[in-house]
């Protein structure tokens, strides 16, 4: 189920951007102390961000943002598109929640925002978000370095074929 964060998932938030293997490919692990004083009692509350919940308990979160026009990476002029995001506690890897959760954002999205195509950007290296991205319907637009490594963008158009790389 997706849903609003809620003060019982702050826990859940420190252990996700504290977690070694979450950030393996967003830059590392933040320190735990640095986040049980910088999160906030109600973490992530804010439209676009969505807590994916199992049985009452939160084990991953998915985004739709804007994707900033400075960023490489955009197939409209001005850039600005919705960019979809997700991170899932690595006890929930493996068992399709973050491809049942990203599935759901999507759909959500198309309904609210229909005909606007959704980007994606990971590092190529990560494989599982590769394999996912082409699952969820995302088709490469292009490559670029950033971060120190190669990235690989795709876009969504809902199976509609109305954005272009």
């Known amino acids: 189920m997706l849903r609003a964060s809620e003060a019982r998932d702050r826990t859940a938030f420190v252990d996700l951007f504290a977690s070694p293997e979450v950030g393996t490919y967003i830059g590392g692990p933040r320190p735990r102390d640095e986040l049980e004083r910088a999160v906030p009692e109600v973490p992530g509350r804010r439209p676009g961000l ?44 493996g068992h399709g929640y973050a491809a049942e959760a990203c599935a759901a954002a999507l759909d959500w999205f198309a309904h609210a925002r229909p005909g606007e195509p959704v980007v994606l950007c990971t590092q190529t290296a990560n494989a599982r978000a590769l394999r996912l991205a082409v699952k969820l319907g995302f088709r490469e637009a292009g490559r670029f370095e950033e971060y120190g490594a190669e990235q690989w963008f795709g876009v969504w158009d809902g199976g509609r074929g109305a954005a272009s790389a």
């Open 50 to 93: 969505f807590v994916a919940d199992l049985d009452g308990v939160m084990i991953g979160m998915v985004t739709l943002d804007r994707r900033a026009p400075e960023r490489p990476g955009h197939v409209r002029p001005g850039g600005a598109e919705a960019e979809l995001g997700y991170l899932f506690l690595p006890e929930a890897w």
